[in-house]
């Protein structure tokens, strides 16, 4: 009897230098806004933005990762997946323990600005600066089924790595719109706006909401006076303690969690 | 006529190399038990753990630091303060843009885990290993007048300079105490446990709450088969988008708020 064995080699193209060089460049917010393009790092990552179907460029990974992941690669071109040396991927990649595999992923914004509407619940960011905070907030809009977040122009960059890092795999569920706040406000004053202010009346005790706009402020300086004179429905979350303050992404979570679960 | 002007310099003895060495050993957990001391770095925090009286072995600053601050020395021995060069500075300090200041602090713990009323709210941790997400947890607890956490051993370090980074000055009004968890709660079972679990009750539709523990579980395993079995009421903070899961800190908060502002 003849044992018939047939393997199916798949051999990926290696990524050059100059592919290396060029990608890496968009660890800089300069050259993600430049090429449309931004980096996702991580097995765990890597796998989220796949299944939830990211507009993905390039798949750049070792070997060992492409033979355990088949299964993510189902829709992906082969032309679109790159091979890398275990010896090159930390030039390409930004993490201290460089893991595995980082995707290249297209910039796409679908939804539009003026679409947001006043029945659903949305945040609002007054130039919130640091991207871990940033990242925290997206996956916890994520989780309270909030699907747009609309920003300050200052705010930190969604796509800043430490952002991707942050948010689980929430950033493809939330639009991060940036813009002029203020200006915003007026136009849409139709929307209600709460916010956490030191002069408002303790969250709990506070039942009747209507969907509308949380905003959260800088994680120093909080929110700023321009969009304060805006701000219709002023709360805050009692202190007990000490703590001059809050964490924002904390902050955040609160207010979603009183304002949104108690109307869900 | 003569005027008389008189300068008083004061003037601080410089560090040594063997000094810079020592103290940079603290860096390392190993080193921080061993010698019972921690670091704590940059202006705002150095400026909160002087105000909060911590029991101080040494300010490391350079020149403008001392000029700057000189109300903050009134309770401090001259002898405590040592003066290094803005170019020897990086080699003590832990941050990418060193601040100034760093203090050698001494640990001290007043406090007995026996002492913990069953009348007052406290945290438990079960193997949180983040440090930013302790820190942020022990601000968090700050705010809400918490002055407990009892951490599983695994439980990140709190003299971690992540840590210390995150609780903002809370770290000195919050006692964190290591032990085993089920151990603990076998030991204390007057005291009530609440915790975030998938087959609890809504957080928001529960009203009677007698001040306990409130348990939060390690960022991607959650809380352990072990302590699981001894809490006796179940919650949870019920999800209306897709997140996997909340960052840790965020669902802290959103239990201290619900629990606690509720009930005060």
């Given at each position: 009897m003849i044992h018939l064995l047939i393997f199916v080699f798949m051999s990926y193209q290696l990524i050059s230098n100059i592919q290396i060089k060029h990608f890496r460049s968009l660890h800089q917010q300069k050259f993600r806004k430049e090429q449309q393009q931004y980096l996702v790092e991580g097995v765990k990552n890597v796998e989220e933005w796949i299944l939830e179907g990211a507009d993905i460029e390039y798949v750049i990974a070792i070997k060992e990762w492409f033979d355990a992941y088949?299964?993510?690669?189902?829709?992906?071109?082969?032309?679109k997946c790159l091979l890398i040396s275990e010896k090159d991927l930390p030039r390409l990649s930004g993490m201290k323990n460089p893991n595995q595999v980082v995707l290249v992923v297209n910039i796409t914004q679908s939804k539009k600005l003026s679409e947001i509407k006043s029945s659903n619940w949305s945040l609002m960011l007054d130039r919130v600066q640091d991207p871990g905070n940033l990242g925290t907030i997206i996956r916890t809009a994520d989780w309270f089924g909030i699907e747009n977040i609309i920003c300050s122009n200052d705010t930190a960059e969604q796509y800043n790595p430490k952002v991707i890092q942050a948010t689980m795999g929430s950033l493809l569920r939330v639009n991060c719109f940036y813009t002029d706040l203020p200006e915003f406000l007026k136009q849409n004053s139709n929307i209600p706006v709460y916010a956490a202010l030191l002069d408002g009346s303790p969250l709990m005790e506070y039942n009747s909401f209507s969907p509308g706009l949380i905003v959260m402020g800088n994680e120093s300086k909080g929110i700023s006076e321009e969009v304060k004179a805006l701000v219709q429905h002023r709360l805050f979350i009692p202190r007990i303690g000490k703590a001059e303050s809050l964490n924002v992404a904390v902050a955040t979570g609160i207010f979603c969690n009183a304002l949104i679960s108690k109307n869900s």
């Open positions: 088949p299964h993510l690669l189902k829709e992906i071109d082969a032309d």
